[in-house]
């Protein structure tokens, strides 16, 4: 089978940031029963720029064509009648309605798609009924590793007795104000207390916090990152964060670490309904007030003061990434649903 994978007008892509790593781990999935050319050329596993330069496919051989945000390419699809995807984000009424089906990250935003549920990535509230949940992919890299040489290096570099980590790309709808505030507190109830922010754009974030780390990790470090943290956060909220994925919080639950967030239905789809460090939305966006605080900072000093509870809740949440998002998983969920409109 040969599927032509296509994100925006980009002719390459490397593991630089979350968007680029969603689609790299959708391609490692499906090259586990295809050959996947992305913008026509031949994903390599084992080369350093992922890409063949001499491999190459054009559209019309292709058997499937997979897309996310790149209008040209679907109009081609469509011309050439094959069988096509087009990932929910961004929204194109056309491409909802001509595509074979519309690829979501959760079962929720399938289920929001199919009964019409009006927000920015369906403005129209049209229901969708080709509208598939797909999954995430996380690779067999994230597994956890407290033990291994480079996790302790980090934390011994940290020189840190409890690590709450803030990971990934922060913007106005992630963050972490919350986290920021309850910092000093943290500091002085918890010795010896880090606060990592592994993030590119570092200058968003107060340089004038105790017990504060900026780094920037690589994406192949990340699973040591992860498993130095005792747990993570992030700050995200608003509508979208209900039903759209999160691949920062499936690679820290594929590493056995315990995470606090908002409250919401497509996490929950990973950490089951009985999960207890999640926080309402009130919390995330009433950031100042000191009933917000309290509530981060308990849940904190819970994981802090009870290490066996985090370490409980951090290898079942490692045993629900394994099952449902790790490569094999998804390798074989992609290929039952291409198989159907082949």
Not at 8 to 22: L, Q, R, T, Y
Not at 75 to 95: D, G, I, R, T
Request: aromatic share 12%; proline share 6%; charged share 20%.
């Amino acid at each position: 089978m040969k599927i032509y994978y296509q994100y925006s007008s980009v002719d390459k892509i490397m593991p630089v940031k979350g968007d680029f790593i969603n689609e790299l781990n959708t391609i490692r999935a499906l090259a586990e029963f295809a050959e996947v050319y992305f913008a026509g050329r031949l994903y390599e596993p084992d080369n350093p720029n992922f890409f063949s330069l001499y491999h190459k496919l054009d559209i019309r051989d292709a058997d499937f064509v997979w897309i996310r945000a790149s209008q040209p390419t679907f109009n081609l699809a469509v011309h050439f009648k094959k069988p096509v995807c087009w990932m929910a984000s961004p929204y194109n009424e056309y491409a909802f309605r001509k595509a074979s089906f519309i690829a979501c990250f959760s079962k929720k935003w399938e289920q929001n798609l199919k009964k019409g549920v009006t927000n920015h990535l369906n403005p129209s509230g049209i229901r969708f009924r080709n509208a598939l949940n797909v999954g995430q992919t996380v690779t067999d890299e994230f597994v956890p590793l407290p033990t291994s040489i480079k996790s302790q290096q980090i934390r011994a570099d940290l020189n840190a007795e409890f690590v709450v980590g803030c990971f990934g790309r922060i913007v106005k709808s992630n963050y972490p104000a919350l986290l920021i505030s309850c910092i000093p507190e943290l500091s002085r109830r918890i010795p010896g207390i880090k606060f990592i922010f592994g993030c590119t754009n570092q200058g968003v974030i107060p340089d004038n916090l105790p017990n504060v780390v900026f780094t920037n990790f690589s994406h192949a470090d990340m699973p040591y990152a992860l498993s130095a943290c005792d747990v993570t956060f992030t700050g995200a909220t608003g509508s979208e964060w209900d039903f759209c994925g999160s691949l920062k919080l499936i690679e820290a639950a594929a590493c056995g670490v315990p995470f606090i967030c908002q409250h919401s239905d497509a996490r929950i789809e990973l950490s089951g309904i009985d999960y207890p460090f999640y926080l309402p939305e009130s919390a995330i966006i009433s950031a100042k007030s000191p009933q917000s605080k309290r509530l981060l900072i308990n849940l904190i000093l819970n994981i802090y003061m009870n290490p066996a509870i985090g370490k409980s809740w951090g290898d079942i949440l490692a045993k629900r990434a394994r099952k449902q998002y790790c490569l094999n998983s998804q390798s074989n969920l992609l290929k039952r649903i291409i198989i159907k409109y082949l």
